[in-house]
């Protein structure tokens, strides 16, 4: 099983960027997907969710507005768009995949997730 995240880099202030989970190894269907990140002397905090169905959960007030969660089954991929990109959302991303039976359910807790990405890093520049 693999989960790789990637789009990551430096962006000014206000920009955009768009970060894809490419998954493989499992059937994505089966799967919530969170988006985490860590912060530099931060701890990791759960940002946003997708569940089966596609219904969409915040754990981060601050993105709400800016970044959307996506997810394409038939190419096993999620996406992350981020725009109105501040300095405080510079961290490593990762993303992760939560098996579950309940195609509603979410969770930015990150303890029953089954399997991380290996994180790719947003920088935002002032």
């Known amino acids: 099983v693999q989960l790789q995240a990637s789009g990551g880099g430096l962006v000014r202030r206000g920009g955009s960027l768009r970060l894809s989970c490419a998954v493989s190894?499992?059937?994505?269907?089966?799967?919530?997907i969170g988006w985490f990140r860590q912060a530099p002397g931060h701890e990791r905090e759960g940002v946003i969710c997708i569940s089966r169905s596609g219904e969409t959960t915040y754990y981060t007030d601050s993105v709400k507005g800016r970044f959307t969660i996506s997810r394409d089954n038939a190419r096993n991929t999620v996406y992350l768009q981020m725009n109105g990109l501040k300095s405080e959302d510079t961290a490593v991303y990762y993303c992760?995949?939560?098996?579950?039976?309940?195609?509603?359910?979410?969770?930015?807790?990150?303890?029953?997730?089954?399997?991380w990405g290996q994180g790719t890093l947003v920088t935002v520049s002032s």
């Open positions: 992760a995949a939560e098996r579950t039976t309940f195609p509603w359910y979410c969770s930015g807790v990150g303890t029953n997730v089954d399997y």
């Open positions: 190894g499992i059937t994505l269907d089966h799967y919530l």
